[in-house]
C-alpha cells in the first residue's frame, strides 16, 4: 500500500514538474526580435478576447499559457487604443504594457472586407471619419489625384481614368483592417494606404502578370468577378479557367454579379428586372454585345486569393458552373451538362433562390 501511495506521489510530482515547465515555457517571450508590432486594441476588448490577436500577430507562445496567467494573476483594466509590442516581449511585460498608455488613443480602426465595392466602401469610411459622401466622390474625381496615383504604382494606368467607369479606383483598394490616427484622416491618406496595399499583395505575382496577355487593370477586373462568384477558395482557379475559356471562344461571361453592378443593385437587395437583365452597359456581361470582353472595370475590391486565381487559372474544358445552396460549385463542359445540373440541383432541393 506504502508503495503505491510512493509511486502516485512521485507521478503527481513528475506530472506538476512538467505542467511548471510547460506553463513557464508557455508565458516566455516568442523570439528574439525586438522589431516594433503596432496592436490595436478595440474598444470593449478584453484581455482574453485579444488572446488569438496576440497569437496570430506572433506575440504569445500559446493562447491557452497566456489566458491561464491571466487568470491566475487577475490581470484586468485592460486599455483600448494602439501600442507598441515586439516578440522579445514576455506575457507578464505584454499585459503590462497593454495597462498602460498607448501610442495615440484617438486610433480608429476600420475594416473592408474582402468583396466590397465602392458603396461598401464609401459607407464605411462615412460611418468612421469625419469625411463626408461629397469629399470621397470628388476624391474619386480628382484628375490629378488620380494621375499621380497612375505615375507612383507600375499596377495602374490611364484605364482608371475612363469615364465610364463607376468609380475610378474600384478593385485597387485592398480589402483589410487599417488604423488610422484619428477621425480626422483624409480620404487621400486611405486610399493611399490600401493601395499601397495592394501593391504589396501584387508584388509576388508581378512576374506572372507582366507575361500575361493582360493588362493589370484587365486581372483585377477578373478577380473581382471571381470573387464574387467563388463561393469558395478553392473554387475560382476553376472558375478563372472558365471565364477565359468563354473569352477565348467569344461567348459572354454571362455572370449575373457583373449584370446587377452593372444596374447598381445590390444581389441581396431584390432581383433584377427584364430591362436590367439585357440592359446594355460596360459592366453587363449578359448582353449580347459584350460576347468575348471583359466589364470596363472591376466589380469590387478583390482578395489576393482572388487575384492569384485570374493570374493562375487552372486548365481544363468547362465553359459553364453553377454553385448549390450548400455552396458546392459544379463545373460542365455544354450547355446541356450545365441545365441538367440545375434540374438535378432543383430536384434535390438544393437550387439557390435569391
Keep these: 500500500m506504502k508503495k503505491v501511495l510512493l509511486i502516485s506521489l512521485i507521478l503527481l510530482i513528475i506530472l506538476f514538474g512538467v505542467a511548471f515547465i510547460s506553463y513557464n515555457n508557455g508565458i516566455k517571450s516568442v523570439g528574439s526580435n525586438d522589431t516594433d508590432i503596432e496592436f490595436n486594441v478595440g474598444e470593449g476588448s478584453s484581455f482574453l478576447s485579444i488572446a488569438r490577436d496576440l497569437k496570430k500577430a506572433k506575440l504569445i507562445k500559446s493562447e491557452f499559457f497566456y489566458k491561464l496567467y491571466i487568470k491566475i494573476h487577475h490581470v484586468s483594466n485592460i486599455e483600448s487604443g494602439v501600442y507598441i509590442l515586439n516578440n522579445k516581449m514576455n506575457v507578464k511585460k505584454i499585459t503590462k504594457t497593454l495597462q498602460g498608455k498607448s501610442i495615440n488613443p484617438n486610433t480608429i480602426s476600420i475594416t473592408f472586407k474582402e468583396g466590397y465595392d465602392m458603396t ?4 464605411e469610411i462615412i460611418d468612421n471619419t469625419n469625411n463626408t459622401q461629397d469629399d470621397i466622390l470628388n476624391k474619386l474625381n480628382d484628375s490629378d489625384y488620380l494621375n499621380s496615383l497612375i505615375e507612383k504604382y507600375w499596377f495602374i494606368d490611364e484605364s482608371i481614368l475612363n469615364d465610364q467607369l463607376y ?3 474600384e ?7 487599417y488604423q488610422f490616427d484619428d477621425k480626422d484622416v483624409s480620404v487621400e491618406d486611405i486610399f493611399n494606404t490600401m493601395i499601397d496595399q495592394m501593391d504589396k499583395q501584387l508584388k509576388p505575382v508581378k512576374g506572372s502578370i507582366d507575361t500575361s496577355n493582360y493588362k493589370p487593370h484587365q486581372l483585377l477586373t477578373l478577380a473581382s468577378i471571381i470573387e464574387l462568384e467563388g463561393v469558395h477558395s478553392d473554387d475560382r482557379n476553376g472558375i478563372a479557367s472558365v471565364f477565359y ?3 477565348n471562344a467569344n461567348m459572354n461571361l454571362g455572370s449575373d454579379v457583373t449584370t446587377y453592378y452593372g444596374a447598381r443593385v445590390k444581389m441581396s437587395e431584390r432581383d433584377l428586372y427584364v430591362q436590367e437583365l439585357n440592359s446594355e452597359n460596360p459592366y453587363n456581361t449578359r448582353n449580347i454585345n459584350m460576347a468575348g470582353q471583359l466589364p470596363i472595370g472591376p466589380i469590387c ?4 486569393e482572388s487575384i492569384k486565381a485570374a493570374v493562375n487559372p487552372s486548365s481544363g ?4 458552373f453553377v454553385a448549390d445552396k450548400n455552396k458546392k460549385t459544379y463545373f460542365s463542359k455544354t450547355y446541356q451538362e450545365h441545365e441538367n445540373t440545375i434540374a438535378k440541383l432543383k430536384k434535390e ?3 439557390y433562390e435569391y
Design 120 to 123: 461598401d466602401i464609401i459607407k
Design 167 to 169: 468609380y475610378s479606383l
Design 171 to 177: 478593385g485597387y483598394l485592398y480589402p483589410n483592417t
Design 245 to 247: 475559356n468563354r473569352l
Design 301 to 304: 475590391n478583390p482578395s489576393i
Design 317 to 320: 474544358e468547362y465553359y459553364y
Design 349 to 351: 432541393g438544393l437550387w
